[in-house]
Nanobody, 112 residues
């Protein structure tokens, strides 16, 4: 059974940093595309960043230059956090065999 567990969320002041990790069991990162999504209250779920099994990365414009994703536990290093980054962050994995898996989410709160 595949399981994803997010960790590293929390509360910081604007300008601070947090690091989110997605610990997975039941599959290998090297065979999967990983991504982070976020959803703030009253807003739609938004794709934040992805990293493919080949190492190619994508960032939504609002986080470019501030967030960095890596294949190691699909870590999302978040720097220069802004209040508008406040949301529940979800890890998503798409395995090479087509399986799609989601974590339970990690709350990130940024105060002004």
């Amino acid at each position: 059974e595949v399981q994803l567990v997010e960790s590293g969320g929390g509360s910081v002041q604007a300008g601070g940093s947090l690091r989110l990790s997605c610990t997975a069991s039941g599959f290998t990162y090297e065979d999967s595309d990983m991504g982070w999504y976020r959803q703030a209250p009253g807003h739609e779920c938004e794709l934040v960043s992805t990293i493919s099994y080949t190492g190619s990365t994508y960032y939504v414009d609002s986080v470019k230059g501030r967030f960095i994703i890596s294949q190691d536990n699909a870590t999302l290093q978040m720097n220069g956090l802004k209040p508008e980054d406040t949301a529940m962050y979800y890890c998503k994995a798409v395995a090479r065999n087509g399986g799609v898996y989601w974590g339970q989410g990690a709350q990130v709160t940024v105060s002004a």
